[in-house]
């Protein structure tokens, strides 16, 4: 993976230019970078901010040739392959609060957003973005409460093209591992080990009813377990639900 990289000063979205070259036949693994976006996109249609000179934009494109509805797996895959390639780069404590958004010190250090172009039983592509602070020293007050970066938090200033190629090298191998299976088993006990919600009571927000529990970690198909009050066990969707610590 990112054998192909297509970098570019200013882009809107690195998404849309790693889609865009899916839709010209780019290779599988092909890399679309940028130092800045004018229209970076987050999750829940939300924006991501893109200042230039001090952060990681990047969407790797991929062409499985596994189900569509699988795909929602690779976000976990590349939110364990990011954190664990930080944590190598920075000795820090980094961890994933599931499903994929990536923490140091309970602020949100990574972001990361997948789309995917399919038909109903065949993907022609997927787009896997990610969004990393590295070198902001501030954010807006939006959300300077929730955000930070790995400099504000070690006060080192690091180099982004070797946190891609690391992260790159990373992903490269738990995808393997991925396809072995075709689930996430190979690596579910170490993104557990890193999961910041594992153990601790969490509310379960987007149900029918909002409920407390405990959350005990993913299973092999990428889904929260928690175990309710009643001690039942449910097994919570990423697209259903969000999680909050509490
Ligand atoms: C989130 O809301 O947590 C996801 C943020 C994803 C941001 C990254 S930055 C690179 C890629 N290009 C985008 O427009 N978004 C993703």
Redesign the pocket.
Known sequence: AGQEIHYFPETD???IRAKELGEKGASHGALAVADR?SA????RG?G?E?PPGCSI???ILLRPSFLPSSAPMLTLVMAYSTAEALQECTGQEIRIKWPN?IVLNQKKLV???TEMSSEIDYINHVVI???INVNMDSFSEEIAKTATSLRIETGQVMKRSTLIAEIMKHFERNYDTFLQSGDLSGIREDYNRLLVNCGKEVRILGAKEPYQALALGINDSGELLVRKQDGSEEAVYAGEVSVRGI
């Open positions: 979205s690195t998404n976006q970076g996109r987050g999750r939300r991501w893109s934009y990047m969407s958004d972001g990361i957003l973005g990610v969004g």
